[in-house]
Nanobody, 126 residues
Framework: QVQLVESGGGLVQAGASLRLSCAAS????????MGWFRQAPGKERSFVAA????????YYADSVQGRSTISRDTAKRTMYLQMNSLKPEDTAVYYC???????????????????WGQGTQVTVSS
């Protein structure tokens, strides 16, 4: 359906900033929601942020709200996650996800997303 490829991860120091990118290809992104999930070793996958492709409504997890910004470039079919003031607890593999999600209160549920990227590692040193 939709192929998603993440990039932009790396090793940074606490307090630094990082911008993750997710490029989409394939099917038209009508009624599509793209989001970010992260998973640390031994932890369950958790929601980070999401954005509606049409309209641009954004959603954030409490843990990143205020220091992260999700956006998208419709022409480039690319989603971005700008992360500032990074903390060691932000260390995880970050996955780009996408799917047709009609219920706003369901954007944080990983089971609702059909398309997934391969993940990009973010490591924040203390």
């Amino acid at each position: 359906q939709v192929q998603l490829v993440e990039s932009g991860g790396g090793l940074v120091q606490a307090g630094a900033s990082l911008r993750l990118s997710c490029a989409a290809s394939g099917r038209t992104l009508s009624n599509y929601v793209m989001g970010w999930f992260r998973q640390a070793p031994g932890k369950e996958r958790s929601f980070v942020a999401a954005i509606a492709w049409s309209g641009g409504s954004t959603y954030y997890a409490d843990s990143v709200q205020g220091r992260s910004t999700i956006s998208r470039d419709t022409a480039k079919r690319t989603m971005y996650l700008q992360m500032n003031s990074l903390k060691p607890e932000d260390t995880a593999v970050y996955y780009c996800a996408g799917g047709i999600i009609l219920r706003r209160n369901a954007v944080g549920l990983s089971d609702r997303y059909a398309d997934w990227g391969q993940g990009t590692q973010v490591t924040v040193s203390s």
